[in-house]
Structure formats: structure tokens, C-alpha cells
């Protein structure tokens, strides 16, 4: 009988994502998502930090779904701007998703910084949570920079504007395959993969 892990989000990508990642590490466990399991009122994100975030999600999950469940938060923190989005990222502009604004509304503040001041990074947290009351969470960054122009069509986001360390190609003009195995999410999942292959029954 597989173990149902819940992943708690509505991202196909993140489900997909994780799943790969889980396959071949825990055998047997099958990823599921919110769409999967009875609807409840999810918690506004009103945590200062990015784990407390994940942390608050994947509690959540475990308390209306009763499965053991993995939530991430991330963002982008800009040195020129003390960190900030951070774990406002999502909402910058006002608008909550509202990708083109949030990035608009980025450049637009950094439009001075000179480009060896334009330091940034991708940070994600994960977390998983079980029913039994375990928790871990994990952080990893991504480290880059801002440009001035968005360039590329793949992720969302800031994926355009983020320019990764050693790269001469935005994060949006990586093949997803290969923005996975490099990404602050991808490095969180992939960390969180042998906690999981020792918290979840076989």
C-alpha cells in the first residue's frame, strides 16, 4: 500500500517537481496536491519569515487532510533593498500573484543601483510536517543578481529579472529541467528528500 504524501499547493509544476525528486528516493509514496483532498480554509501567510511560512501551511495540511505534508514559501531578497520582498515577494505590488506588476514595481526601485550593487537571491523554505506532531524545515538560497530587462518565457515570477551567479542566462531561459536541479525550490526539495525517506513508512 503507497504512503499519501500531501504537498500542500496548487503548483502542478511544485507537484511534479517533488515527484520526481521522491520517485526514485521513496518508493511507494504518491504526491498529491490540494485538488486532491477535501477543500479547507487555508491560513493567510502572515509569518515574518519564509519558514515560519512553511511551517504554518504544512501544519495546516496535516490538520485538515490528517496526511503527513511538505509546504514551501519563497521569494526573492535584493541586497540593495535590506532584503526586501522577502516573504512579501508574492504581494509587492499590492496584488497578490500579480507577476508583471511585482516585477515592474522591483526594477523600478533598484532603476539607480549600479550593476555590481544588484545582488539578490531566490530563498525557499520547505517543511514537512506529520501527523504525529514531527516537524523539520529547511532553507536554501539561490544566489544571482538583478538585470535590468526581463529576458526568457519559462517560470514565473522573477525567474525574467534574476540573473543566477556564473550564468550569462536569466533563470525565465533555463530549460525547467535544468532550472529544477539548480533552483533555491529544487535544493530545499532535494535536501527534504532523505528526511522524508526516514519520517514516511515504507
Not at 26 to 52: H, N, Q, S
Not at 102 to 109: H, I, K, M, P
Request: with cysteine; aromatic share 4%.
Amino acid at each position: 500500500m503507497s504512503t499519501r504524501l500531501l504537498l500542500a499547493t496548487r503548483n502542478a509544476g511544485k507537484l511534479a517537481e517533488l515527484q520526481r525528486l521522491l520517485v526514485p528516493a521513496v518508493p511507494g509514496v504518491e504526491v498529491v496536491g490540494l485538488r486532491d483532498v477535501p477543500e479547507y480554509p487555508e491560513a493567510p501567510e502572515t509569518g515574518a519569515t519564509f519558514e515560519e511560512n512553511a511551517l504554518l501551511k504544512a501544519r495546516e495540511a496535516v490538520r485538515y487532510a490528517g496526511l503527513p505534508a511538505v509546504a514551501d514559501d519563497s521569494g526573492i531578497t535584493v541586497d540593495a533593498l535590506n532584503g526586501m520582498p522577502g516573504v512579501l515577494s508574492a504581494r509587492w505590488s499590492g496584488r497578490h500573484g500579480d507577476d508583471a506588476a511585482n516585477t515592474a514595481l522591483l526594477l523600478g526601485q533598484i532603476a539607480d543601483v549600479p550593476d555590481a550593487r544588484r545582488g539578490a537571491a531566490f530563498v525557499c523554505a520547505a517543511a514537512l510536517v506529520t501527523p504525529d506532531g514531527a516537524e523539520h524545515v529547511l532553507r536554501r538560497e539561490w544566489r544571482g543578481s538583478v538585470v535590468r530587462e526581463p529576458r526568457g518565457t519559462h517560470g514565473f515570477g522573477y525567474d525574467p529579472v534574476f540573473l543566477p551567479t556564473g550564468l550569462t542566462v536569466t533563470s525565465a531561459e533555463l530549460e525547467p529541467a535544468e532550472k529544477d536541479a539548480r533552483s533555491h525550490r529544487g535544493q530545499a526539495f532535494a535536501a527534504l528528500v532523505p528526511v522524508l525517506a526516514e519520517v514516511l513508512p515504507s
